[in-house]
């Protein structure tokens, strides 16, 4: 928020965080925010002066999620694998998408949705994860064809998939047949795919 908030506001807006964390955590990003607001002890009208739309609230409760992302693929350009430093990124992001369920779809959108509240945050993440592809594609590990949102839609997919069954063991087992799918033909007089 750019302007500094009275303390009343600032204990609503903190509040109505915290309440919708446990409620997307509980429900999924399709959590009422009706109960929201209640759970948080104020009403609809103060939710929405915070937090204008749904896409709004996620924002706020992703925001510290993909700024991390984007500082670890910025860390992560300083690996000596390319290919590694760019699996590991992946696998931080399809662990990262299953904090509520519904939320792949959510990031999904947001990236397609140059509007959304969402957008900002997931763009300045989706831009450093393009590095790290960069540098694996010019590394030859990784195919030079893929382009950055091919690969956050399979991640999205993978942590949708995720969401069906249970635990992460689904989210390394796709990753790796991903990983395969996804790598530089090296056979000798070999066209790409």
């Known amino acids: 928020m750019a302007e500094v908030m009275r303390a009343d506001a600032r204990r609503n807006y903190e ?4 309440v919708a964390r446990e409620a997307f955590a509980e429900h999924g ?10 759970r948080a002890g104020v009403g609809i009208g103060t939710l929405y002066r915070h937090f204008p739309t749904r896409e709004a609230l996620l924002e706020a409760l992703m925001s510290s999620g993909f700024d991390a992302l984007q500082s670890r693929a910025e860390e992560l350009l ?5 290919r590694d430093a760019l ?4 696998r931080e992001l399809a662990v990262g998408s299953t904090t509520y369920q519904g ?10 949705e140059e509007g959304s509240e969402l957008h900002a945050s997931c763009h300045a993440m989706r831009a450093s994860g393009g590095r790290l592809l960069a540098r694996a594609q010019e590394s030859g590990a990784v195919r030079a064809d893929l382009v950055i949102g091919e ?10 998939a995720s ?8 989210i390394e087992r796709l990753l790796s047949l991903s990983a395969t799918g996804f790598a530089a033909d090296r056979s000798p007089g070999s066209a790409p795919a």
């Open 29 to 38: 990003t399709d959590a009422s925010l009706r109960d929201v607001a209640r």
């Open 163 to 170: 969401e069906q069954s249970t635990g992460h063991d689904l």
């Open 151 to 160: 690969l956050l839609a399979l991640v999205a997919g993978i942590a949708w």
């Open 87 to 90: 699996l590991v990124w992946l």
């Open 15 to 18: 509040q109505l965080l915290a």
């Open 78 to 82: 300083a690996a000596s694998s390319p």
């Open 103 to 112: 939320l792949p779809a959510s990031v999904m959108a947001a990236l397609r």
